[in-house]
């Protein structure tokens, strides 16, 4: 019991436990949102399941660069827009880095949207496989 108590121990102890919950955050936030496609089957899934990509990121943002055809409508307005939506279809969510899109996908299962995946890595991703992006509105 006394090697629980030295200072020493607690410390490795806490680094132990933070490693750890570290290591499973990814799956948490799957768990949570819904599942993470990367940018081959984010294809796939518009080419042949007509995929909607939605891009979660400000007006702003969206216009210096996305994933043609796809729909810009922010995270903050997904409570009141999200319904607008077509509930049949795959929703793919995309952020700048794919982190924030697990958070809107809960938002939009919570809606009884039940075709909900996330942009691994994000729009960073689809730049970095050296996929178009269009400014076009």
């Given amino acids: ?51 909607i990509v939605v891009d979660i990121r400000p007006l702003a943002t969206y216009q210096n660069g996305h994933v043609a055809d796809s729909r810009n409508l922010p995270s903050a307005d997904l409570p009141t827009k999200g319904a607008s939506l077509p509930k049949g279809r795959p929703i793919i969510l995309a952020c700048d880095r794919g982190q924030t899109a697990f958070g809107a996908a809960a938002k939009l299962r919570k809606m009884g949207f039940d075709q909900v995946f996330v942009m691994q890595g994000g729009i960073n991703a689809w730049a970095q496989a050296g996929l178009p992006l269009s400014t076009k509105r």
């Fill in 1 to 51: 019991m006394n090697f629980f108590l030295e200072t020493n121990n607690l410390l490795l102890i806490g680094i132990a436990v933070s490693s750890g919950l570290l290591l499973l955050w990814p799956f948490i936030q799957q768990s949570r949102g819904g599942k993470a496609l990367s940018t081959a089957q984010v294809i796939q899934m518009m080419n042949h399941q007509n995929g």
